[in-house]
């Protein structure tokens, strides 16, 4: 069966510091892979997708970015982190189509003071 | 511009039937509803997804209606696990790989 990994689970940064979060499968091969952004109290933000190796979509211009150096494998980065940034991050993943059913991560819980 | 629109808010008893309504009055004819639960400080939970007949699985049945307009989710015996945000999203086929979550549905089960 599929599982898929985040970590960490939280993280408390300063304003400035670097990000790097990943995200990884197991059990399929070739999938898409999402990273969303939860605020407090707010919907989901679809911040990038990837449907291959090195192929990714930014849907949110921003000070973040993500890369998939390997199939299973998704990083969200970021330079210098803004107070803004603070959130719940989750990775999903999802097979090809035409049905794209997602499947979640546990998220990242990250506070920018 | 949101493609679906859901109640905020929603109770039902335990151990009722929970009927979740969505509208879809755009939907065109390769889109599929999906619907998802966000039970709090988790990540969104996967459902069921439907395109034009009703379906059932061992979470919970998806009514859509013949016109595709709206649909209804239902939870045929709600327990108090069942205490989440219910989102109804649509999206279409192959190349439409993002799925847009708006606000959704606050269900309470009430003991």
């Known amino acids: 069966s599929q599982t898929i990994h985040q970590w960490p689970a939280t993280l408390v940064q300063p304003v400035g510091s670097p990000l790097s979060l990943e995200c990884t499968v197991e059990?399929?091969?070739?999938?898409?892979l999402y990273w969303y952004r939860q605020a407090a109290g707010r919907g989901l933000q679809l911040l990038f997708y990837?449907?291959?190796?090195?192929?990714i979509s930014s849907e949110v211009p921003q000070n973040l970015s993500a890369s998939r150096p390997q199939d299973r494998q998704f990083i969200l980065s970021s330079k210098k982190l803004l107070l803004s940034d603070s959130g719940f991050y989750l990775c999903a993943w999802s097979l090809g189509g035409p049905v794209y059913e997602q499947y979640f991560g546990p998220g990242t819980r990250l506070t920018v003071t | 511009d949101a493609k679906t629109t859901q109640p905020p808010s929603m109770d039902c008893a335990e151990g009722r039937a929970a009927n979740l309504p969505c509208n879809h009055s755009t939907i065109s004819g390769n889109e599929y509803v999906y619907w998802y639960r966000q039970i709090h400080s988790q990540g969104p939970q996967y459902i069921i997804h439907?395109?034009?007949n009703n379906e059932t699985n061992e979470m919970a049945s998806l009514i859509i209606t013949e016109d595709r307009k709206s649909s209804t989710l239902i939870l045929p015996h709600a327990t108090l696990r069942d205490t989440a945000v219910y989102y109804c999203?649509?999206?279409?086929?192959?190349?439409?790989?993002?799925?847009?979550f708006g606000t959704g549905t606050r269900l309470t089960i009430i003991p």
């Open positions: 990837s449907v291959g190796i090195g192929q």
């Open positions: 999203i649509v999206s279409g086929g192959f190349g439409n790989e993002k799925l847009t």
């Open positions: 059990g399929t091969s070739n999938p898409n």
């Open positions: 439907g395109l034009k």
